[in-house]
């Protein structure tokens, strides 16, 4: 297992009482985002000022427009000097920034700025922070949908309220991990979520395919939705580095979206498992 590095992490990340991987936090932008975001407009606004502490071409033409599209300015009253640019562009990113002021704005000068390495760096440093928005083309778009976010703490809700605390604890080291970027142990403990709910139900040990079988005979599933469980189980079986060593290569084949894909659909199927069970009873 990959060790988590506890300063990727919040401590309530690190601790596990944080539900939701970073890339899920939607509406929400740290001060080291904002902070690197702004980096990079600041490095323009250098780039393009002249000795004298004016804005220069081509980055004036975008000021103007950011003055008059933007702010609503008459553009007389803008002294074109980079210092009064710097502070007007700078509120976006300050702490007391929402996250759509940061990104409406940096989205506006990308498209506005007509550079591609610009709009890449963006999405480095988006990358790197494992922010829950990414760059598509010339937009900012969420990684993920609020539904995703909402499965997975109502699974955590379900397991806690069932006192199951070993399942409730894989789903949230597979949202830990997936915060610190170590995606196949993510994945590895998603599965572990849905074993551990499977095998307390049906007191199964020998695995998880006996244990679905299990399942299907005192809750009868649609063969499709079984099939599809079983070939989802496999690929995290089959996958090299998700459930057991690396033999020849450095790393799992396991992308972010993978990650983020399977800690959504394990934490739905923990949810209907533990609902079916609640049915059961009533």
Request: with cysteine.
């Amino acid at each position: 297992m990959t060790d988590l590095s506890r300063s990727e992490l919040t401590f309530e990340q690190a601790e596990g009482v944080a539900p939701l991987p970073a890339q899920l936090q939607l509406g929400e932008l740290s001060p080291v985002i904002k902070a690197r975001l702004w980096n990079l407009i600041h490095e323009q606004i250098k780039k393009h000022t002249s000795d004298y502490g004016y804005v220069k071409e081509p980055l004036n033409r975008t000021a103007r427009a950011y003055m008059i599209e933007r702010m609503g300015m008459l553009i007389d009253e803008w002294d074109q000097k980079a210092r009064s640019l710097n502070d007007m562009w700078k509120y976006n990113f300050l702490p007391s920034a929402t996250y759509v002021q940061t990104l409406g704005f940096v989205e506006w000068f990308g498209r506005r700025w007509h550079d591609r390495t610009f709009m890449n760096m963006v999405e480095n440093v988006l990358v790197r922070e494992r922010a829950a928005y990414r760059v598509v083309q010339d937009s900012i778009v969420p990684m993920a949908s609020p539904e995703e976010g909402k499965a997975i703490v109502k699974a955590i809700e379900s397991l806690s309220n069932a006192g199951l605390e070993g399942a409730r604890s894989h789903i949230t080291k597979a949202s830990t991990h997936l915060t610190a970027g170590n995606f196949a142990d993510s994945v590895r403990e998603s599965i572990h979520a849905v074993e551990a709910v499977a095998f307390t139900k049906t007191g199964q040990t020998g695995g998880f395919a006996a244990a679905l079988k299990a399942l299907n005979k005192s809750e009868p599933m649609h063969e499709a939705f079984r099939i599809a469980l079983e070939k989802l189980y496999g690929y995290t079986s089959n996958e090299q580095g998700v459930r057991h060593s690396l033999l020849d290569r450095g790393d799992a084949n396991v992308t972010e979206r993978d990650a983020l894909f399977m800690l959504g659909v394990c934490a739905s199927f923990v949810t209907y498992l533990l609902r079916a069970n609640i049915e059961q009873k009533t």
